[in-house]
């Protein structure tokens, strides 16, 4: 690079103040240089010549640093980030009331929320644009953590392999932002072949269930399905391969729900709860009750059910103790907030930032809609928790991570080179 040059770029971003937008300044310029000073030697300029007069088209290099240093400005997105914030601190109503344990449950609610804000703002400062091109790498980690937890689980709660390192617990879920990383790095491609996409699904949804971990392949299977319906490939390709594969669901599905006597008592429980009052209906009559005697401002009498109150019926836990008009106010923010990552998706010309935000947008919109469906009766129950509202660590992390990647996009959504 020649000494003119050198000074010219070093006298623009002196007055840019991001680095990572002097990494992108610094790029863009040279680029153009490059072309105008090929355009000028091809017309019959020296090569000295012909760098010196692109350099003095480019302009003023104090205008220049200022202009860029608008340009490309990091940008917080505080609508996002005040949405998270209100709805992670509500997490902590659900231990408030429940029994004499919720002290200790609330203190380290706390703990977890505050973990979870921070893993955002750390995340939010990693350019996430450095990761796609180990999108692979991604993807070869999560099918090893997953066939680890299938064959090699160190521990076993309920009949699922979990990873358990110090104070990590690895279960199926948090495999999730993984797959995802190398799903948004794929699908993002100009042409993605649907062969890769199908070679690399179907294994990894079989592990999911073979863990056994119904709700973990059911959530991972809305995102895939999402992130294929964004992506470049055929639509018509995507219908004839969903109508291929309908008839071996349906069957594997009549097998799962009905060739067992557990799952089979379970969808009767959700179908004639009152049947089985004592049994498969007895959740489903308990959260009806419950949500009935919440009233608008709440309920402060003891209800005597317990179970799962502070993780999968969190929001029946709210609706009981505080009533329903601070549950509607939680299922607005919910709302907002997928609402407000729809909005920046649209806003994002990186593919790969774009499919990003999307397939988080999907991942938290399936367990916001299937939990809250399930508590008001309209789903029937399973193993899903509701985002930054029901307790535990991993759940904490795992969500405040992907809001985390989230703002990291939008923070970069003006920066023109890509890494």
């Known amino acids: 690079m020649s000494h003119f040059k050198e000074r010219f770029l070093a006298e623009v971003l002196q007055n840019i103040k991001s680095k990572e937008a002097k990494e992108v300044v610094y790029k863009e310029l040279n680029y153009h240089v490059k072309m105008s000073k090929a355009e000028l030697v091809a ?52 231990h408030v009331n429940v029994d004499h344990y919720s002290i200790n449950l609330l203190s380290k609610q706390l703990i977890f929320i505050v973990l979870g804000i921070i893993t955002t703002i750390i995340v939010m400062f990693i350019d996430y644009r450095k990761i796609k091109s180990i999108g692979w790498l991604f993807l070869i980690v999560a099918f090893g ?28 879920s948090s495999l999730l932002p993984l797959f995802l990383v190398f799903w948004a790095f794929y699908l993002s491609k100009e042409k993605p072949k649907l062969l890769v996409v199908l070679g690399v699904y179907l294994p990894s949804v079989f592990l999911f269930l073979r863990l056994p971990s119904f ?31 309908l008839g071996p ?8 729900l009905f060739a067992g006597g557990y799952h089979k008592q379970r969808l009767l429980g959700f179908l004639n709860p009152y049947d089985d009052t004592k ?18 401002f709440g309920n402060q009498e ?16 709210i609706t009981y103790f505080y009533g329903w008009i601070l549950a509607g106010f939680l299922l607005a923010l919910i709302a907002l907030l997928l609402f407000r990552l729809i909005v920046v998706s649209t806003e994002i010309k990186d593919p790969f930032g774009k499919q990003l935000i999307l397939g988080i947008c999907s991942l938290l919109s399936v367990q916001f809609v299937y939990n809250v469906g399930m508590i008001l009766g309209f789903l029937p129950i399973i193993s899903m928790s509701l985002p930054f509202i029901s307790y535990g660590l991993n759940a904490t992390f795992l969500n405040s991570l992907l809001i985390g990647i989230v703002l990291s996009v939008y923070r970069r959504k003006h920066f023109a080179v890509h890494l």
């Not at 980030?81 to 709805?87: D, R, V």
């Not at 953590?145 to 199926?172: E, R, T």
């Not at 973990?216 to 018509?236: E, G, Q, R």
């Not at 669901?249 to 799962?256: D, K, R, T």
């Open 302 to 317: 003891q209800h005597g059910f317990t179970a799962d109150m502070t993780t999968d019926f969190a929001f029946a836990n």
């Open 145 to 172: 953590l997953l066939l680890v937890l299938n064959y090699l689980p160190n521990v076993i709660v309920n009949g699922v392999g979990y990873l358990s390192l110090v104070v990590i617990m690895i279960s199926g």
């Open 43 to 94: 017309k019959g300029e020296s090569e000295t010549d012909a760098e010196e007069k692109a350099i003095k088209k480019m302009g003023s290099p104090t205008d220049l640093g200022i202009h860029f240093n608008k340009l490309y400005r990091p940008i917080f997105d505080w609508k996002l980030f005040g949405l998270f914030i209100l709805i992670i601190l509500m997490g902590l109503l659900p």
């Open 279 to 296: 049994g498969s209906g007895y959740m489903y009559i308990m959260l009806k009750d419950l949500l009935s005697k919440g009233g608008l």
């Open 249 to 256: 669901i349906l069957i594997g599905a009549y097998f799962y």
């Open 215 to 245: 709700t973990d392949a059911f959530i991972y299977s809305v995102m895939v399905l999402a992130l294929l319906f964004c992506s470049s490939i055929s639509k018509k390709a995507i219908y004839s391969t969903i109508v291929a594969f």
